[in-house]
Every structure is written in structure tokens, then in C-alpha cells.
């Protein structure tokens, strides 16, 4: 295990307290017979007594030319020893034995004269042939993980012996250009939005370091993610080793900004308020060009909103008749001077009104900013190493937090549609001091644009819901799914979350390259999303426990089972 990022065996031993590790275990003999047939693609095996193998551990076999052939395995069945076709003493000496099923990921391959490099051999397994548990050249060559290019590590397989692996994955296949988009599923209280968390801690202490990254992120229950800057006091053990074997430092993020909902009289409408905080809100002048973002769930095709909303954007400024210009919310009530040809019924204007009305009574939407900001600003600000934390979790309606997110969503594309072709962007900011700031080439500060933009959004389902027969969207879902669309070619990686996918648009889960699932029911299993998932693989989904996850992505021939460490940020008590 030479080489750049690789362990040696014996360092993997060490990190695993309170085991013993048994190297090469023998875990059971192969089996061939009309029930279970030995394939390409996959062999059986018969468990010895007293051995404990569960579904996702890694073994191995040896096949032709001293190649071993690994493999995962799938199912576990109890069965009679006569319809193996064993001895007769041996039958009556066990009258039934447990069978594994188990699905081949690679061969170690073997050299050939005048051929370079391994030639891997996909010839099945052979009868009564000795089954080992993996050991860890194996399990990372099962992975491709040796050829994976700037890997970020995404999680540990722990084996039944002891043994703890960590798991990498490309850049690449996280953040673009080969895949893009991470989804994670499961029911409440096992931990996966926890682990797009640690997720985003691992990516974000990788690319950091050579100050290619940014996060927005989106705190949607109560408090939860308004103390990522501080420090967890209490870190078990375990999680202690696991950051250790992944080589995390276990430390808060840095550089975070919290920007929270205003309140009342400029109060920020928030459960927390951190010192580095500062409110957000919403000038007419700031989204007059998006309002049917604001609109979005209440809009109606009996009452044709979208024409007073294009006329807004199309004419705006707006004039009345005595060249008053409409600079506020307020004015925009008082504006009644639509063409005819745009106020068809007039039903349309006493909608359009009585919507307004309503938006003009939440805090955040205000004719004049005094202690605020406008997140739009602060989205095209943003440098390498920002963090971003915006809290919606207080807002009353989902139709002001779905805005919000749109609007950081669009801010976003304008953002990349503004730096297009471009290194860094001119920022007039001489009381800037940020280290990532530097002179451009007229004196000007410059901000340096970071190379990977990642965004975090739990209950996803909220914003993105599955569409209606008609396959039609709100204006925010749209708006996300061109930002997502968009993301793979630009960097910009949505990381989302629900308990279940089938609530979501399935145009989500067509451009995700990266599924995690926690522990679900099989009726959810079965629904649409999840036909990427075998059967086999689905039934122990159902089964698995607190704080496991399986993680189902292309560059693995199969999907596997991970565990991970909590994220080393405080978390608030419930």
C-alpha cells in the first residue's frame, strides 16, 4: 500500500481499538449446484460454523493464474445440507448450513507476455475453493479507489474482523465534471442530513487548502446549523479514530457568516442569534425582477398573474400617470396604472393586490433597508473559503422560505453568468482586508472566485416537490432545477435531503450522481427513485442500523455501506 494518500496495513490495524484483527480470515468454502450457480458476475459459498458474515462485507477468492477475484455480499440463506450434494457423513453430521450470495466487483488481473499492464480475469469461481475475508489491497482495488484522482474521502467500511477502510471518492464524481449532486434519503433520526454534513466538513478541508472553495448553506430546523463555527466538546472515541483513519481534522468550519430573517423592528427573526450574524431582507428595487418567485404557490391561471408580473420586470421603473416613479412595496400597492391589455379581468388586479397585501405583512419584505442586507449582495460577493449560513427556519410561511431559496438560487446563476470567462472579479472594497482578496491589474481589489460552489438544502421535498400530471413546476422549482441542471458543468453541487425520494421531482434524482440512503421501509423502497437499487440490496437497506448508510454511486460496480463520525460542530440539545 505504497503511494500517495495509502496506508499501510499496519497502520490500518492500529486505528482499530478494542478488536481483534484477524488478517485473511477464512470465512467459508464455494459452493456450485443448479440453485446456486457460479457466474461472471457472481458465486455462493458456504459460511463455516461459527462464522458471523453480514450483507456489504468485502471477500475474496482465488481464481485462475493466482488473481483473486472480490466480491460483496448480498444475501444470506439457511438451507438443507443434502440439496448442496454433500457426503453423506457429512450430512449427518450438519443437517443444515447458511449459503452467502455474493456479487463480483473486480479481479486483481493478471500479467500476460507482451501485454502491458493486468489483465483482469472474469472466469467464474471454481467449486470448494477457499473464501477469505478481504483484506485491504483488495477491498481498495474493489473500490477503484487507487485510480481515483484527487480523492475526498466519503466514509469507512468496517469489516466483521475488525478491520476499518476508508473510502474515497474522485473529485470528480462529487462535484463535476464526470458526476455531479449528492441526495441523501431515509426516515427521521438516522443520521444522513449527519452525514452530508461530515461530507461537506471532508470536502471543504480538502479543497480549502488550496482556497477552491465556497458553501451555502441553508439552516432549515430551529438552530441546528446556526453553531457550525463553534466546537463539539464531547467527541466519543470512535469518532475520534474515524476522523484519524480519514485524516480530518476535528475542528468546526472556519470563516462562517450567519445571516438570519428580519424581525420585528429590525430584529432578526431567528431561535439563535450568532455573534458573527448579521439580518436579511427584501426591497422592492432588490427582486422586482423576480417576483413570480414570490408568487410562485399562490399563483392561479384564472386570474393571469404572470402579466403583471412580466409588465413589472418588462417596464420597470414604473411610472404613474402623474410621473410618480414606484420605488417600494408601498407604491406598488398604490400603482394602479396597468394597460388594459395586461388587467383583463379585474379580478387579476384584486388578486394581485390582495397577494401583495399579504407578502407586505412579513418583516422581511420592507421599503427601506437600514441594519439589513440583501442576500443577492452578499451571494455576489462571495470568495474562496466563505461559508454562507442562511437561516429560514422561523420563517412563518413556505412560500417566503421557498423565495428565498429561489433567490439565492438565481443569485447564483447571475453570479457565474457575471464571471463568465473570467479569473476573479473587480470588488471596490479598500477596507477589505481578507487574505483572499489581492490587486487586479488597475488597482482594483479582485475577488478570487472559487472553483466549487457547494450548497446545502434538508427537506429538499419543500422547495422541490414531486410535480404535479402534467409534469408542471412553481416557478421556484424551476428555478432550482436550472441552477442543478446548470451545476455540473460550473461546480456549483446542490447536497439535499428528505426522508423520501418519492416526494421529491424526479428530475432531482436524474441529474444526482452521488445517492445515500439511510434506513427505509420497503414500500418507499419500491416506489420509482429507487429502481437504481437491486432487490437484494433494498431488503437490507430495511434492515440497517442508527448511523449506517449505503451509498450507491457509478464508480462503485455495487452499492456499499458506510459508516462515518458525527461532524466535529456543536450541536444544539434537543
Known sequence: MEGKGKKSLNQYKGLNSNKEYRYNLEVGKTIISEKFPSTMDGFWFSVNQNIIINPFDFVSVENLYNTRTVGIVKELQAVKTDSLGLAEEEVEQQKDITVAKVAVMGNTGTKQDGMGGNISISMPIRIDKSVNLANVDELIFALGIPQMEDPIHVGVIEMPNGLRVPVSLAISYLAGPDAAHVNASGISGNFKTS???????????????????????????????????????????????????????????????????????????????????RTYSYELQDVHDRLELLFSETYDPRYNLSSIIDYIYESWPLNDGSGKVVENWSDLVRYKDYPNEIITHKSTLLHFL?????????????????????????????????????????????????????????????????????????????????????????????????????????????????????????????????????????????????????????????????????????????????????????????????????????????????????????????
Not at 228 to 246: G, P
Not at 419 to 441: A, I, V
Open 354 to 574: 390582495g397577494q401583495l397585501q399579504r407578502f407586505r405583512k412579513s418583516t422581511m419584505f420592507t421599503d427601506k433597508k437600514l441594519t439589513s442586507t440583501y442576500l443577492g449582495k452578499e451571494i455576489r460577493k462571495i470568495k474562496a473559503g466563505d461559508i454562507l449560513v442562511i437561516d429560514i427556519a422561523m420563517i412563518p410561511t413556505l412560500e417566503e422560505q421557498s423565495f428565498v431559496v429561489a433567490d439565492v438560487m438565481k443569485n447564483i446563476d447571475q453570479l457565474y453568468s457575471i464571471r463568465h470567462n473570467l479569473d476573479d472579479l473587480s470588488y471596490n472594497s479598500s477596507s477589505d482586508s481578507n487574505s483572499h482578496r489581492f490587486k487586479g491589474s488597475e488597482g482594483n481589489t479582485a475577488i478570487r472566485r472559487p472553483t466549487y460552489t457547494l450548497i446545502f438544502i434538508d427537506e429538499i421535498n419543500r422547495f422541490l416537490p414531486k410535480s404535479n400530471s402534467l409534469g408542471i413546476r412553481s416557478a421556484v422549482a424551476e428555478q432550482i432545477m436550472k441552477t442543478i441542471i446548470a451545476g455540473k458543468s460550473r461546480n456549483t453541487i446542490l447536497f439535499s435531503a428528505q426522508q423520501f425520494k418519492s416526494e421529491v421531482d424526479y428530475t432531482l434524482h436524474e441529474n444526482t450522481g452521488l445517492h445515500i440512503t439511510a434506513k427505509l421501509g420497503t414500500s418507499e423502497l419500491s416506489t420509482k427513485p429507487y429502481d437504481m437499487i437491486d432487490e437484494s440490496t433494498k431488503m437490507n437497506i430495511s434492515r440497517l442500523n442508527k448511523g449506517e448508510i449505503v451509498m450507491v454511486q457509478p464508480a462503485f460496480r455495487q452499492p456499499i455501506k458506510i459508516t462515518f463520525p458525527r461532524a466535529s460542530f456543536k450541536r444544539p440539545n434537543r
Open 195 to 277: 452525514y452530508l454534513l461530515f461530507l461537506l466538513q471532508s470536502m471543504y478541508q480538502k479543497l480549502a487548502r488550496n482556497d477552491s472553495v465556497s458553501m451555502i448553506i441553508f439552516n432549515t430546523r430551529e438552530e441546528d446549523l446556526l453553531h457550525i463555527h463553534e466546537r463539539q466538546e464531547n467527541v466519543s472515541q470512535r469518532d475520534k479514530e474515524l476522523f484519524e483513519l480519514l485524516e480530518l481534522d476535528i475542528k468546526p468550519f472556519d470563516n462562517v457568516s450567519y445571516f438570519l430573517p428580519r424581525g420585528r423592528d429590525g430584529k432578526p427573526l431567528s431561535i439563535h442569534i450568532p455573534k458573527n450574524s
